[in-house]
């Protein structure tokens, strides 16, 4: 279902993927610096959550400064809560890339408003925790400050995210979090002798599984 979400005096667009049966929870899924929500990626993981039942909204904004990323990440957080059309008790934000970064900068800014109690989690693909060869700045901030549930899905060659750099800053997280290292994958997810289908077949179900076990959680 394509929609248009008021931003500002403009309209980000959105394409809704609706599970058969009534969902309770959703994703609000969004893309990288280049591209847009129709990355094969995101359609990949939003056609396979909604198949498993998970509603999944991914969206696109344009824009390379992070701040006004997540001003419209906040924007689309918001209209799903106030949604007729899908009266969730939860959502989980999910970005690749940049999209995770600021997908984690609305949850810190909600959590410190004290407006987080319909985030149940944030998922990051392939998150940017420093530039290539710039290891000495990481991008960590918004992520000390999250409580609720992470999942990191990295490739073990990614440029912008080094092994044992993520590794020890997850360490230091207050929130309860994983991370499934992707072997061998490139910031793109690329991986030599594996067909992109096959690295995406192994990313949605690790997702969806850490989904189920978190809602499951929240439930016990």
Request: with cysteine.
């Amino acid at each position: 279902v394509k929609v248009k979400i008021p931003f500002g005096n403009k309209y980000l667009d959105a394409i809704f993927s609706v599970p058969e049966k009534k969902p309770t929870y959703g994703v609000i899924l969004t893309h990288g610096a280049g591209g847009d929500m129709n990355f094969p990626h995101l359609v990949s993981l939003a056609a396979y959550l909604a198949s498993h039942g998970v509603l999944c909204l991914r969206f696109t904004c344009k824009g390379l400064n992070i701040a006004y990323r997540t001003k419209a990440f906040k924007t689309v957080v918001e209209y799903l809560k106030l949604s007729d059309d899908y009266k969730l008790l939860g959502v989980f934000l999910a970005g690749r890339s940049m999209g995770s970064r600021a997908a984690a900068s609305v949850i810190r800014q909600l959590s410190q408003e004290g407006d987080d109690d319909f985030i149940q989690g944030l998922v990051c693909l392939s998150y940017p925790l420093h530039r290539p060869k710039l290891q000495s700045k990481l991008r960590d901030e918004d992520l000390l400050f999250i409580r609720c549930p992470v999942l990191f899905v990295s490739g073990s060659a990614d440029e912008m995210c080094e092994k044992q750099l993520l590794e020890g800053v997850a360490s230091r997280m207050k929130a309860p979090k994983k991370i499934h290292w992707i072997d061998k994958a490139n910031h793109g997810m690329a991986v030599k002798g594996r067909t992109t289908d096959d690295v995406m077949e192994e990313i949605n179900a690790q997702v969806f599984s850490w989904l189920r076990e978190n809602i499951e959680l929240e439930h016990k």
